[in-house]
């Protein structure tokens, strides 16, 4: 569950970075950035044993998603780099090569079960993506948010359009969870399983709400309070994503027949 959680953040963090207004961001955002999907990566990496399926890859299957994360952690190291020394091009193309190889390990590790199907094959990669635009976004406008603090000279564009991104992110996200209610087998729902999908809920319709309120809270300038807000949603969408994975492994709750 580790490494394709970490997987999924760092996807999620380079979409987000790939659709902002970059040239209005300071290079020190986006080098503390790359640090921390090396770190993610490493962890990643380091964990692996603890995917679901591991005992199901093949060595061949196993030895390129090790190389995967390799390349993943290169990239943001190199990607550091060229941010720190204001190479801009540089550091945005890094950024889209994390963007696609993350993609790429991810798909590859929820795809390691043989889909009955390809509704499910498709059930399976669009939750997989979408959970991890979900929480790279909320992470990333967050930290975007932290980063105010010290480049106090930016404007709020930036800001906003993560927060609007985070948004679609989370409206997304909906739509998978609901197709995924509308497939899964509700039977022998107990009182925690419930209060599960209330959670599961709360971390999509809660950022939703706070991501109004933090454009609100922004026609103040007031970039602290937006930070703080912003926190909330992260917290939420943390805990929304860990009622999900609890659910899909429920056997009062299946996803497929």
Known sequence: MIPQFALQLIFGMALTWCLAPRKHIT?????IQNLVTLGLSVLSLLTLTQLQSFSELSAL?????RGTILLLAGTSFVGSVLWTLERRIGGTRCAFLILGVAAVAVVSIVT??????????????????????LVGGTTSAMLLGHWYLTASGMPLDPLIRMNQWFAVAAAVRSLFAVWSGAVAHWGGLDAVAISWVVLRWFGLLGPIAIAYLVVQILKYRNTQSATGVLYAATIGVFMGEMAASLLASSEAFSLWP
């Open 27 to 31: 290079s020190g955002f986006f080098r």
């Open 61 to 65: 299957h196993l030895w390129m998603l």
């Open 112 to 133: 390691t079960h043989s889909a009955a199907n390809s509704s499910e094959r498709i059930h399976q990669v669009g939750t997989a993506l979408s959970a991890g635009w």
